[in-house]
């Protein structure tokens, strides 16, 4: 199993500001992973962090408004860029196991933006 | 079409209820299938993996029909702290990139 600390737990930030959401890893991982759940809603896929390389982004999603760094193997951020309130919401980072087993999940981030 | 579709839910049932979800994915290639719980507020905990061959782990019991491109859980005898959002997950390829569906919320009174 693999041990994540994300931070911060949770921020309340203004509109047009950007926060950077840390991952770290209690050990090295190919793949992470950056989810968004919105109020009542499930995780929704925004990228997959590789190291070495530059993220990979999924539909509705660019790196403009969510760059993502991945310094190495136990480390990534995402920021949030020029909020506004629909960016409310919590974020999740995540690393797989290995293939074909089960995700990890650090605590989340919850974000509201004013 | 949603990629992954579950039971919208709510399900309210009494404690030692039998309660079933079911889960349906599109794409024919994926390739790893999972039960996730999320207790409100937290992150979402694997719950079980899913196999061809079904698997039970004490009061729950998860199968995966490839056929007809769905997934199921069961539980059984329902503790109040089974109340909780039911996840279901696919991955595609040969890594952990995973799908969710919308969730289920099961509320278990006593």
């Known amino acids: 199993s693999a041990v994540i600390s994300q931070k911060p737990s949770r921020d309340i930030c203004q509109r047009g500001t950007s926060l950077t959401i840390q991952c770290q890893v209690d050990?090295?991982?190919?793949?992470m992973f950056w989810y968004r759940q919105q109020p009542g809603q499930s995780l929704t896929l925004i990228a997959t962090?590789?190291?070495?390389?530059?993220?990979?982004?999924e539909s509705g999603f660019v790196i403009d408004k969510f760059p993502i760094s991945r310094p190495n193997l136990t480390f990534s951020t995402l920021t949030v860029s020029n909020m506004s309130p629909e960016d409310s919401s919590i974020y999740l980072c995540?690393?797989?196991?290995?293939?074909?087993?089960?995700?990890?999940f650090g605590q989340g981030t919850r974000l509201t933006v004013v | 079409r949603k990629e992954v579709e579950q039971d919208p839910g709510p399900f309210n049932v009494p404690e030692g209820a039998t309660v079933a979800f079911n889960c349906t994915y599109s794409n024919s290639a994926s390739q790893s299938f999972f039960w996730y719980r999320q207790d409100c507020r937290k992150e979402p905990k694997l719950l079980m993996s899913v196999y061809s061959s079904g698997n039970e782990d004490g009061r729950f019991t998860a199968q995966l029909n490839r056929a007809s491109q769905y997934i199921s859980l069961l539980i059984r005898d329902s503790k109040l702290s089974d109340s909780a959002t039911y996840l279901c997950a696919v991955t595609l390829g040969g890594y952990n990139k995973l799908i969710f569906g919308a969730g289920t919320r099961l509320a278990v009174h006593p």
């Open positions: 995540s690393v797989d196991g290995g293939l074909n087993t089960e995700a990890f």
């Open positions: 050990s090295q991982v190919t793949m």
């Open positions: 962090a590789n190291q070495g390389s530059e993220a990979t982004y």
